[in-house]
Nanobody, 122 residues
Framework: QVQLVESGGGSVQAGGSLRLSCAASRYIYSTYCMGWFRQAPGKEREGVAAINNEGITTYGDSVKGRFTISQDNAVSTLYLQMNSLKPEDTAMYYC????????????????WGQGTQVTVSS
């Protein structure tokens, strides 16, 4: 069972910022790539950001330059700093354990948390 607990979602106006957090079990955190994906009603799941144990990051094209993924290894916690938010960023955001290929994270979803809602109004 993948133990991932997200927090930090909420409602914000366009141009604002939010920071999401994800507390993971130490085993999950140290074994897998970690990342975030989002899903809006009626839309496909979209990979947002990922980070491996070496700190190498990967971002979806729609969030590059606006979102930053980071981690605190001491407390097995993942973060997603979201700046310059747009209405199209509105979705449920999920913290996930991800696969990897050649040491780089890929958006192959091994497990995920319950999600946290982000709503951006215009």
């Amino acid at each position: 069972q993948v133990q991932l607990v997200e927090s930090g979602g909420g409602s914000v106006q366009a141009g604002g910022s939010l920071r999401l957090s994800c507390a993971a079990s130490r085993y999950i955190y140290s074994t897998y790539c970690m990342g975030w994906f989002r899903q809006a009603p009626g839309k496909e799941r979209e990979g947002v950001a990922a980070i491996n144990n070496e700190g190498i990051t990967t971002y979806g094209d729609s969030v590059k330059g606006r979102f930053t993924i980071s981690q605190d290894n001491a407390v097995s916690t993942l973060y997603l700093q979201m700046n310059s938010l747009k209405p199209e960023d509105t979705a449920m955001y999920y913290c996930a354990a991800l696969g990897s290929r050649r040491r780089l994270c890929v958006f192959d979803y091994i497990g995920w948390g319950q999600g946290t809602q982000v709503t951006v109004s215009s």
